[in-house]
């Protein structure tokens, strides 16, 4: 199951610039989409994998977790809202971009703890990484998703 979840978290590195095309906004919006649904499927997987003692699953999507997070910003560029595109991403994204990139960024930090602490094998810090990481997805979720 972990080989599977690891084949498919790819992160679809487009490069984002200012002047992107039409179609390459619609890439961006469906690759963001895919990114975000596979780590809605890891964050599922984590529960199962906690209870089974598979630490080292639970490290290896968290690292994937944080890698999507670092990037995130870049696949919001300006023109890819819900105006011109169908997306569950709120206008409010562009208005306040900062607050966007820091909650991202909050979101990496978090992944990048509970991948430690299940390096470590340290269940109640993984039990408690994995909550505080859910949380910054629903601060986010709560302020800039539909
Ligand atoms: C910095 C903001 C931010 C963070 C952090 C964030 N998300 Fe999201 N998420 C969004 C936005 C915005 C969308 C809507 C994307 C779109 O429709 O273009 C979204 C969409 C989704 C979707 C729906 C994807 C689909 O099928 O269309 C899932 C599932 C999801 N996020 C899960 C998560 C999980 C799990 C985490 C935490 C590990 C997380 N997100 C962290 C902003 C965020």
Redesign the pocket.
């Known amino acids: 199951m972990f080989k599977r979840l690891s084949a498919s978290l790819l992160i679809l590195a487009i490069g984002a610039s200012a002047s992107v095309t039409a179609s390459a906004q619609s890439d961006l919006?469906a690759a963001?989409?895919a990114n975000?649904?596979q780590?809605?499927i890891a964050?599922r997987q984590m529960r199962g994998q906690f209870s089974g003692g598979d630490y080292e699953a639970i490290a290896a999507s968290a690292l994937k977790?944080a890698a999507w997070?670092e990037q995130?910003p870049e696949f919001f560029p300006a023109g890819t809202g819900p105006d011109t595109h169908q997306?569950?991403?709120l206008p409010s994204?562009w208005e306040r971009f900062d607050s966007?990139t820091a909650?991202?960024q909050d979101?990496q930090k978090a992944a990048l703890s509970l991948a430690n602490a299940a390096k470590d094998g340290d269940g109640n810090a993984i039990m408690a990484g994995m909550q505080a990481?859910g949380k910054?997805?629903g601060a986010?979720?709560s302020q800039?998703?539909k």
């Open positions: 919006v963001r989409k975000f649904k780590t809605g964050m977790i997070a995130m997306t569950d991403a994204i966007f909650l991202a979101n990481l910054t997805c986010c979720h800039f998703r």
